[in-house]
């Protein structure tokens, strides 16, 4: 509690530099005595003994009180240096001021390495907590973690194998496609090729015939053009035998072959004769 009350009177007397309305700066306001910053410094020391800070908390306390007393040290100094202007021998007591700071000083300064180191520790500590904490949860955590890869490439191989299956199956289906495919191509050539064929051979036939049926033609044509000659032979001997010439008259020329003879009437003529050139 002496500590508290140390501190409470350090900050009360906080250094205050006042204007005086001029600028110069002449005014002051009281700092504390030397003997209060003795005092708080003691109590400081008394109360953060060494080794004594096990804490953060106690550590931050610790940063904060020696912050509050090196701050009334360096108001004292200052103040210090104010009154050694007013005396004879000022480099002296300046350095007296400055000897009275230093020690001071030296005195907080433990604490405040204390503090800091007992924080870095903890950090430390702290961190390396964390990290074992981290390989414990990784070591518990370690058979689950196993099992769940091993399900994982389980599974990731049963999915290749399934991909396998698939594009196995796929390129047997085009295979098979390919072949049915092939041999549609092949029935369909061959039962075109066999239309083809039977469209030659009906046109060959149909010309056949009619080379046949011309041909019959003409030999019809030929047949009647014989018979008509026949005919018009006979016709013309008959009429020869039944009107003979006188004696002395000059003899009719013969008809030339194939004709019909002079006087025949057109109708004894067949059309198929008559039609011929």
Not at 88 to 112: M, T, Y
Not at 220 to 226: I, M, N
Not at 248 to 253: D, K, L, N, R, V
Request: net charge positive; hydrophobic share 40%.
């Amino acid at each position: 509690m002496r500590s508290s009350a140390w501190l409470a009177l350090l900050i009360g007397c906080a250094p205050v530099f006042a204007q005086d309305g001029t600028g110069t700066g002449t005014g002051y306001a009281t700092a504390a005595s030397k003997s209060d910053v003795a005092s708080a410094v003691s109590a400081l020391v008394q109360r953060y003994p060494t080794a004594t800070i096990g804490t953060v908390e106690t550590a931050d306390q610790a940063l904060s009180e020696v912050a509050t007393v090196r701050a009334a040290v360096d108001s004292r100094f200052t103040e210090d240096q104010r009154l050694c202007l007013s005396k004879f021998f000022v480099a002296s007591c300046v350095e007296d001021a400055k000897e009275r700071r230093r020690h001071a000083l030296a005195q907080v300064r433990p604490i405040e390495v204390q503090a800091n180191q007992f924080k870095r520790r903890a950090v430390v500590i702290e961190r390396d907590q964390a990290l074992a904490d981290k390989r414990a949860e990784e070591l518990r955590d370690a058979p689950q973690r196993a099992a769940q890869q091993h399900e994982y490439e389980h599974t990731a191989a049963e999915k290749a194998q399934d991909r396998a299956q698939r594009a196995a199956d796929v390129e047997a289906s085009d295979k098979l496609h390919a072949t049915d495919a092939a041999q549609r191509e092949a029935a369909h050539q061959t039962k075109l090729g066999s239309v083809q064929a039977k469209q030659a051979a009906t046109a060959q036939k149909r010309a056949d015939n009619a080379a046949a049926f011309e041909r019959k033609r003409l030999e019809s044509a030929a047949r009647q053009r014989e018979i008509a000659i026949k005919k018009a032979d006979k016709d013309r001997q008959r009429a020869s035998k039944t009107s003979v010439p006188p004696a002395g008259a000059p003899a009719a020329s013969a008809p030339a072959a194939g004709a019909p003879a002079a006087g025949t009437p057109a109708a004894v003529i067949p059309a198929s004769v008559r039609a011929q050139p």
